[in-house]
């Protein structure tokens, strides 16, 4: 779990996340899509643009687990809920 002003931010891994996507039925399905990018936008609209090291440390982590295959691209996910 990261922790990013005062908001906590959790990464799921892969298998986990297609655990969670695979049990889904379609209504959940297009509740999960219509979330996410809603949490998509929400998180352009910030106005708060400076990363602190909190930030750069989280980034820098997210790297290193999507490089082991831990977790998945943004992208990927989008495609998986087909947003």
């Known amino acids: 779990m990261i922790k990013k002003k005062g908001v906590q931010l959790m990464s799921v891994p892969n298998d986990e996340l297609e ?12 509740v999960a899509k219509s ?8 998180q352009l609209d910030e106005d708060d643009d400076c990363l602190t090291p909190e930030d750069i440390q989280a980034i820098e982590q997210g790297r290193i ?3 082991n295959g831990q977790t998945k691209s943004l992208e990927d996910l989008k495609r998986e809920l087909e947003i």
């Open 65 to 67: 687990e999507f490089q």
């Open 35 to 42: 979330f996410l990018s809603w949490l998509l936008e929400k």
């Open 19 to 30: 655990n969670i996507l695979g049990n889904l039925n379609e209504k959940n399905k297009a």
